[in-house]
């Protein structure tokens, strides 16, 4: 899914430092999931994996692509059931397509006819789970699907909190529902929607917390708020939306670490409550917390004072979502890695 801070293209480099740092296979904590791409991986190269993340739609996808171990021998049919459905009238067509007339209605977050069958979709599959029909891993790597299908068809610049005013070629395409395969580990993981930090007292020892936190004042619940709303549901309480992109209208799922002069304390106390022996830690240096900053409270939390650096360059595009065209810019970044022992 298209996701500010999806390490999925950082993979290979973050394997790399842990086998190069003679760090063996063991149990991780990854405590700011986000797409769970980094869950993932380490489930897939044996490690017995916790994630956890203050959203339901982060959740969802732990549990898809992490925790489930095996998907029903209807899966994909359900899938194909799901999506052929036709179009209903619920909270994404009213609130976030321009379909109703409705004066709220205006979002042209998907076009109509996507938004109808979206609702569709997430709807029956709730009846499902209700009545027995998919059991938890189907429910989950469905829920995935109609997220990420949803997003395939999403008429913004890669985040919600805005909408193109033009249909973009995405937002024509159909949506459609694709399950992924889950994996099989050798080991079972856990999803933990909650605090980081609540997660890591929770979760106690661990070889390993892999440590990815938003790095400046963006709230992942406001650039994301309309994949929340579908990994939420609204069946039995419709959720609270206000403003002009319809945002999600409680505290819930709102971070502390996006207060750039939280972070230090709250960094801190994330590495004294882990029962990690190592920590791996993802820097950002666009973000409101100054290297030599990062570097001095991981010495202080290390065990023997040593910070270890790791860098990698890589290229990206950027898309320019003030213009209605999407131009993109490529440029280049220092993806940056830290590993401290702590104990
Ligand atoms: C940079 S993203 C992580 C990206 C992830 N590594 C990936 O590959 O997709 C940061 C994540 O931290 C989550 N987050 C923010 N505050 C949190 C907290 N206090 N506890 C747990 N997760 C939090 C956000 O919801 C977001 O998903």
Known sequence: MRYIGNKTRLLPFILRTLRRSGIDVGSAHDAFAGTASVSRALKENGWRVHSSDLLMSSYVLQRAYVVAESAGRNLEEQASELAGLPPREGFITRHFSPATGDTRASRMYFTPENAGRIDAAREELEGWRKAGKVGADDYY?????????????????????SYMKRWQPNAKRPFDIVPEKPIKGAQPAEAH????????????EVDLVYIDPPYNSRQYVAYYHIPEILARGWTDSAPAIRGKVGLLAGSEGRSQWSHGRRVK??????????????????????????????????????????????????????ADSEREGRHYHRDTALEHLYLVRLR
Do not use: C, W
């Open 141 to 161: 790597l469905l829920l995935a699907a109609i997220i990420e299908g949803a997003d395939r068809v999403a008429n913004t610049a890669g985040v919600y909190a």
């Open 193 to 204: 929607l909650m605090d980081a930090t609540d997660a890591a007292k929770r979760i106690g």
């Open 265 to 318: 304390k709250l960094f801190s106390a994330l590495l004294a409550a882990t029962g990690a022996r190592q920590a791996l830690v993802s820097f950002n240096s666009e973000g409101h917390l100054a290297p030599a900053a990062l570097q001095s409270l991981l010495a202080a939390a290390s065990v023997d004072g040593k910070v270890s650096h790791f860098t990698q360059s890589y290229r990206r595009y950027r």
